[in-house]
Every structure is written in structure tokens, then in C-alpha cells.
């Protein structure tokens, strides 16, 4: 593989959606873990339907939503300057819908894993519902977000069908590897598909291991 | 001398409780059988619950008072709660789990607050484990840092919930002389739940006993 632009663009593009993944959908996981009512479990619904629709479905959803005739893609090129779809911010957004679900379900059920005694031992101990949030909860809830951040990053890397409807298929601007090997594939270039494989099969293999040795050790 | 008054109805899931009692300095040992409503009692008195009827009042302070609208926040009780199985921060080590534990802005300043700490852990007999892993501790070393932490915040009322029943005949015997020098010490109002003799014996100062589902006799409301 000459050209390792997919790779730096895909490493690039999924480590940005998985920050704001966590960092969205862990706030997400905490509300909804804490605060039941008939609502969290349609937004929970609504939150996890990027992993059972079909990845070009998400993405055309997606590219309807953020495209240029969109109220959200003419917000975007007024601020911005240049669309949002068709470029690398797109993919971003397209990875980040992706990798969502799976930070806010395994964030969601290690908060609600965290035994309430605990923090009700916090507040009594005079402690506000965010430090109870920083110092008890989320600590003893780390692995299993952890776990939920790790798939969402593979997730990520790893997306195609909502990644090529919203940010296409441009060489050196918006092509991450997954679809870099599929063009090679197309061109019947054997060794580019290899390599790119090699790299994502690798990438999955090592998060996997953090997931299921790593993060799943006993608290 | 403080008095704690209790008189509150107060229902969970399927179960009800109406505790009526006072409880003044020292020990007041909340007995009877299991699924009596003595630890929902003491969520009440913590605020973890909420009464659906009466009040309960320490000295001036209304904690919670149901036809007033009163609910005081748990943060705001200034109480100390040790559980059965101590509820210690797992992930911190036992010197944390006293010195978070440490109310007010000048106490809680790094030094004193640790300062106050280790010296609470020695005074329960656990200095040497200051450091340690908090997964690592014995039963008794749990509650011993549990009780530590529980006075660290300078409590006015301290609720025990069952803690020694998870202990050794040992550890129960040398945890029931630390609780009573602790409350002797320190002057204050504790609450202990539990339902073994021997605890009722070596440690009422006042004895409150349940039924299921209410308070019978006892100190009078």
C-alpha cells in the first residue's frame, strides 16, 4: 500500500468521533441510568437505532439532515464556509452516529451497576449529585465505559455504508480505509486490499482484547 | 441534651412502616425482626426516602416534615452511615475514603483533611492501612474504616445499619467496644439497627422495637 492517507484519515476521523461519542454519550448514559422515566426509554430506542439500521440507510438519513438544502447543512456553511457533507467533518459526524450507541449502552448498564448504597454513602457524606457523578459513580463505572468506548471506536474505524453516503468516496480528502479497500478491490488491487485489511482486521483484534481482558477484569 | 424525633409513615414498594420514637445522646438500638421496616426508618431519618406522612426533627432542624412540604437534602443532615457491608469507595484507598469524608472548607483543605484522617483511622485501630487496597480489607477492617468515615464529617446523628452483622463473633465484640467509645467520645446521637440480642444487650442506651410494620413501645414520641 503506497498511499497511507486512508489510514492517517481514518485513525484521525474515528479517534475524533469516538472523544465526542464519549463524551456525549456517557453524559447521555448517566442521565438516562439515573433519571427513569416512560421518555429514557424511547430516547434510548431512538439512540440505539444506529446499530440496527442498515449503514447506508443511517447515512441517507444522515446526508437528508446535514446536506446542503438542510436547515443544519446551511447553519453549517454559513459558519464553516464549505458544506458538511462530502467532506472530512462528514465522516466525522457519520462515525460519531455510529459509535454512539455502543458508548451509551455499555456506559448505561455500568452506571446503573454501581451499587446505590455506595452513593448514597457519598451524599450522605455531604457530597453533590456531580461529585458524586466524578468520584464514585464514573470511577467504578470505568470499565464498562471503557469497554463501551473501545467497540465505539471500532465501530468507527471501521464504518462504510454511513461514512461513503455522507462524506463519498474522494481520494486524499475524504476516502478512510474501509473504503479505500473497497475501491482496491474494485480496481483489482490485491495488495492495496491486503495491507488495508491486515491493518483494520489488526486494529479490531487489539480492541477486542482490550475489551474482553482488559476492561472486563473485576473491579 | 439533643433530641432526635421521629414520627413518619413511610412507604416503599410494597411495604409500609410507621416509626414513632425520640432518640436522645448515646445509643438507641432500633430491634426486631428482619423485614421490619428498621432500615427504612433510618433511610428516612439519612433522606435517602421519603415519609409519606410526619416529620422528623433534630433539635431546631426540621429534616423532613411531609404536611410542611420539608424534605432536607442529605447533604444538608450532617449525619454519619455505616451499612452492613460498609459501601467503601472500592476504587480508593482507605486514607481516601476518610479524607473525602471531611466537611467544611478549612477542614477540607489537602493537609488537614488528611491530617484528620489518619488520625481517625488510627483512633479505630486501621492507621496501618491507610494506603492499602480498600478491595483487599477484612470484614472488620472494612467496618472499622467505614465507622472512621463516618465520624470524619463530624456527624450529629450517627446511623448503624446492622454493622456488625457480617462480622465474626471476634470482630463483633471488638466493633461493638469502638462504636460505644466512639459515641461516648464524641457525644452524639446514634442510631443501630439490628437484630441480634447481644448487640441490643452490650449497647442500648434506649431500645425502640419493631413489629412488622411499625414501632411498638420504646422511647416515647
Redesign the interface.
Known amino acids: 500500500m503506497n498511499d497511507w492517507f486512508p489510514l492517517w484519515l481514518s485513525l484521525r476521523v474515528s479517534l475524533i468521533a469516538t472523544l465526542v461519542a464519549a463524551v456525549v454519550g456517557v453524559g447521555l448514559a448517566y442521565v438516562l441510568a439515573k433519571w427513569q422515566s416512560r421518555w429514557t426509554s424511547i430516547v434510548e430506542a431512538v439512540f440505539t437505532l444506529p446499530i440496527v439500521l442498515p449503514p447506508t440507510v443511517l447515512g441517507y438519513y444522515l446526508l437528508t439532515l446535514l446536506g446542503s438544502r438542510s436547515a443544519l447543512g446551511k447553519t453549517w456553511e454559513s459558519l464553516v464556509g464549505s458544506p458538511l457533507v462530502f467532506s472530512a467533518s462528514g465522516a466525522v459526524v457519520a462515525a460519531t452516529i455510529s459509535a454512539l450507541p455502543f458508548v451509551i449502552r455499555a456506559a448505561r448498564a455500568a452506571i446503573s451497576n454501581v451499587d446505590t448504597r455506595v452513593e448514597e454513602a457519598a451524599r450522605i457524606m455531604g457530597f453533590s449529585e456531580w461529585k458524586v457523578a466524578r468520584i464514585v459513580t464514573l470511577p467504578l463505572a470505568s470499565r464498562g465505559i471503557g469497554a463501551g468506548v473501545a467497540l465505539g471506536f471500532a465501530r468507527a474505524l471501521g464504518d462504510f455504508g454511513a461514512t461513503v453516503m455522507v462524506a463519498g468516496n474522494i481520494p486524499g480528502q475524504t476516502q478512510t480505509l474501509p473504503i479505500a479497500v473497497y475501491d482496491a478491490v474494485q480496481a483489482g488491487d490485491d495488495a492495496t486490499a491486503r495491507t488495508g485489511s491486515l491493518v483494520l482486521a489488526g486494529i479490531a483484534v487489539v480492541v477486542l482484547i482490550l475489551v474482553t481482558h482488559v476492561f472486563a477484569r473485576r473491579r | 441534651m439533643t433530641r432526635l424525633v421521629v414520627d413518619v409513615r413511610v412507604d416503599v414498594t410494597g411495604f409500609g412502616v410507621d416509626a414513632r420514637f425520640d432518640a436522645s445522646t448515646g445509643i438507641t438500638v432500633l430491634s426486631g425482626p428482619s423485614g421490619s421496616g428498621k432500615s427504612v426508618t433510618l433511610g428516612a431519618i ?3 426516602l421519603r415519609p409519606s406522612r410526619g416529620r422528623i426533627v433534630y433539635d431546631a432542624q426540621v429534616f423532613a416534615d411531609v404536611s410542611g412540604g420539608v424534605h432536607m ?3 444538608q ?5 455505616v ?1 452492613q ?1 460498609a ?6 484507598s482507605p486514607l481516601d475514603n476518610v479524607r ?2 471531611v ?1 467544611g472548607k478549612a477542614d477540607r483543605a489537602a493537609d488537614r483533611a488528611t491530617d484528620r484522617a489518619r488520625q481517625l483511622l488510627e483512633r479505630v485501630g486501621v492507621a496501618h492501612l491507610a494506603q492499602a487496597s480498600t478491595r483487599g480489607l477484612s470484614g472488620g477492617e472494612r467496618q472499622r474504616v467505614a465507622l472512621a ?1 463516618a465520624l ?2 463530624e456527624p450529629q446523628v450517627l ?1 448503624l445499619d446492622e454493622p456488625f452483622s457480617s462480622l465474626d463473633a471476634a470482630t463483633r465484640i471488638s466493633m461493638r467496644a469502638l462504636v460505644r467509645e466512639m459515641v461516648n467520645e464524641r457525644k452524639i446521637t446514634a442510631l443501630l439497627v439490628t437484630h441480634d440480642a447481644q448487640d441490643v444487650d452490650a449497647l442500648a442506651d434506649q431500645i425502640v422495637r419493631y413489629e412488622p410494620g411499625r414501632t411498638v413501645g420504646g422511647p416515647s414520641a
Do not use: N, V
Request: charged fraction near 25%; hydrophobic fraction near 40%; aromatic fraction near 8%.
Open positions: 439519612a433522606g435517602t437534602r442529605s447533604q443532615r450532617r449525619l454519619g452511615m451499612y457491608h459501601a467503601l469507595f472500592e476504587h480508593r473525602l469524608a466537611r468515615r470524619a464529617g446511623l
